[in-house]
């Protein structure tokens, strides 16, 4: 719980009073590797704070999976259009590495916003912060090559090359393992 009350005080004052209504609204969950966190078809539940693991973001397929994300240690993650509509998600979530997790439920989140005088701040900076990480996701694969993108996660990124498995990153930069392959015999 410790990660989450350093998250919160880096963006706002934390009172004690908040904290403590904010600590007893998490539970904590740990899972395995390869455990699937939300699937297709379910609704979120829970906004979730990662104090150890990979998550990864993507589409189902039969013939290939779509990876459009990952969350790492010190972060939030949550299926968030599906959390905020409490409507089935389109897509799954995983855990890449054993990960322990910390979550908040819907209607215990909103008693926190209701009920703490920094909740609205916290949640109004956690979903910016999203809003801005699909933004620039979006921008990315509609104005730069695959090549691009993958200099990008070298550039900005190196936790993604470095530990995540080369066909996820081959997805998340919209390229066959075989292509990226290439790309990085190009770059070497």
Same mark, same amino acid.
């Given at each position: 719980?410790?990660?989450?009350?350093?998250?919160?005080?880096?963006?706002?004052?934390?009172?004690?009073?908040?904290?403590?209504?904010?600590?007893?609204?998490?539970?904590?969950?740990?899972?395995?590797?390869? &455990?699937? @966190?939300?699937?297709?078809? !379910?609704? %979120?539940?829970?906004?979730?704070? #990662?104090?150890?693991? +990979?998550?990864?973001?993507?589409?189902?397929?039969?013939?290939?999976?779509?990876?459009?994300?990952?969350?790492?240690?010190?972060?939030?993650?949550?299926?968030?259009?599906?959390?905020? &509509?409490? @409507?089935?998600?389109?897509? !799954?979530? %995983?855990?890449?590495?054993?990960? #322990?997790?910390?979550? +908040?439920?819907?209607?215990?989140?909103?008693?926190?916003?209701?009920?703490?005088?920094?909740?609205?701040?916290?949640?109004?900076?956690?979903?910016?912060?999203?809003?801005?990480?699909?933004?620039?996701?979006?921008?990315?694969?509609?104005?730069?090559?695959?090549?691009?993108?993958?200099?990008?996660?070298?550039?900005?990124?190196?936790?993604?090359?470095?530990?995540?498995?080369?066909?996820?990153?081959?997805?998340?930069?919209?390229?066959?393992?075989?292509?990226?392959?290439?790309?990085?015999?190009?770059?070497?």
């Amino acid at each position: 719980m410790g990660y989450i009350k350093e998250y919160i005080e880096n963006i706002t004052t934390l009172s004690e009073q908040d904290w403590l209504i904010i600590a007893s609204s998490f539970i904590k969950r740990e899972f395995e590797k390869s &455990t699937k @966190l939300i699937k297709l078809g !379910e609704t %979120e539940r829970y906004l979730s704070f #990662i104090e150890k693991g +990979i998550i990864r973001y993507y589409i189902p397929g039969e013939e290939k999976e779509l990876t459009f994300g990952f969350n790492f240690g010190k972060e939030f993650t949550c299926a968030y259009d599906s959390f905020l &509509t409490q @409507l089935p998600a389109e897509y !799954e979530q %995983e855990t890449l590495t054993k990960s #322990i997790i910390w979550s +908040i439920s819907y209607p215990n989140l909103q008693k926190v916003y209701a009920q703490t005088q920094i909740g609205n701040i916290w949640g109004r900076y956690a979903a910016e912060k999203l809003f801005l990480q699909k933004s620039e996701r979006e921008i990315s694969l509609l104005k730069d090559t695959a090549k691009e993108r993958y200099m990008d996660l070298l550039l900005n990124k190196p936790h993604i090359i470095q530990q995540i498995p080369l066909k996820h990153i081959a997805s998340y930069i919209g390229v066959t393992p075989q292509a990226l392959s290439r790309i990085r015999k190009e770059i070497s």
